[in-house]
């Protein structure tokens, strides 16, 4: 989840002294909670019961107002302190281990009731109270196979939600359907301007947009390593999109998000750095953090990070479902499905076991 409202980390389940001494505005807080549609209390419930019975769980205000409890962890019980897997800095029996604050995001083993508010367990062994956060269900967006088995070139894909085709009926040019968002439009290779704005034709007989479709050709001039055969992704920062060669041959592309200051100097802006690199380093989760004032933030356990210059990366963005636009702070955005791919894919390889690999 997201922090929304934030609030102290606490190294064990908290007890109503520690509470009321580490969160004196509660009330004001729950308050609030109860009313945020947008991420309180009534707000997707089910994305912290993943793996839970949802059918047999009561709203999360009957909960509190009843104070209900689930079964407590075992390592929870008795009071029980949780290990520091992370080595920061903790006091010796202090019941706080930090802060969450706004534009944190954390990762979650497993969430349970208490009294009838609902704390959750985080990756790095925190207890948290899941009311301070936004649950994040993560985009379902993938890209397409291309060859075999999947679309053949050129296509487009739609980045543009509630735009409609053009098609021309004896003579004019009207407005169609709407394009399916997020879909692999197969074409002709003709194109046409109407309204001075470039559309190509679909094999639909239909029109569709460039401001809203990315249109995928096989690469102009093919690099050496292509050609030797080596595996490699091309990423348009003008197109958004991400398109992986096995050497001549483009197999998979999918809408990205890069920096969001596009083709700006990435020196003095948010825009991804341009140019020819070679994945480094390769972790199966990282985190994420920004101290520039005024842009901080910290995103815990974002998965398949591939670096490729300095700290510019390949990366799952969890927070958004927005690929297809310039949304990042210079990194190159993926939907989780599309990361988990390239990630498995590119060289070097994580062994199984492995949290990480670098190129020697």
Known sequence: GTVKRGGPAYTHLPTAEEIATNEPNLRTHLA?????????????????LRG?????????????EQKVSDPLPTFLA????????TLKPRTK??????????RN?????????????????????????????????????????????????PFGLVRQEGRKFKKIEKGQVRDGAEMPYRAALELTGKQQFFDGVLHYETKDGLWADDRSVSRIDLAKKMPGWATAGEKW??????????????GVKPV?????????????????????TRGIFRIHTKYRTATMASKVSGEEFELRDV????????????HAAYWHDKFGMPKSHGCINLAPEDARRIFFWTEPQVPTTWHGAALA
């Open 32 to 48: 609030k909670w109860s009313k945020d549609d947008e991420s309180g209390a009534t707000y997707a419930l089910d994305l912290w």
């Open 52 to 64: 839970k019975d949802v059918q047999k769980t009561l709203p999360a205000l009957e909960a509190l």
């Open 78 to 85: 008795g009071g029980a302190f949780l290990p520091n897997p």
């Open 93 to 102: 029996g202090s019941a706080v281990a930090g802060e969450v604050s706004f």
């Open 105 to 153: 995001g954390v990762a979650f083993l497993d969430t349970f009731l208490h009294e009838g508010r609902r704390w959750g367990v985080s990756s790095e062994l925190e207890v948290l109270p899941v009311d301070r956060f936004r649950p994040i269900k993560g985009s379902d967006a993938h890209g397409v196979r291309i060859g075999e088995g999947g679309v053949q070139l």
């Open 233 to 246: 992704l091309d990423v348009n920062i003008t197109k958004q999109v991400i398109v992986a060669y096995e």
């Open 252 to 272: 998979y592309a999918a809408l990205v998000s890069t920096g969001e200051a596009g083709l700006a100097d990435p020196q003095t802006t948010k825009a991804t």
């Open 303 to 314: 998965p398949y990070v591939q670096y490729f210059e300095n700290g510019y990366a390949l």
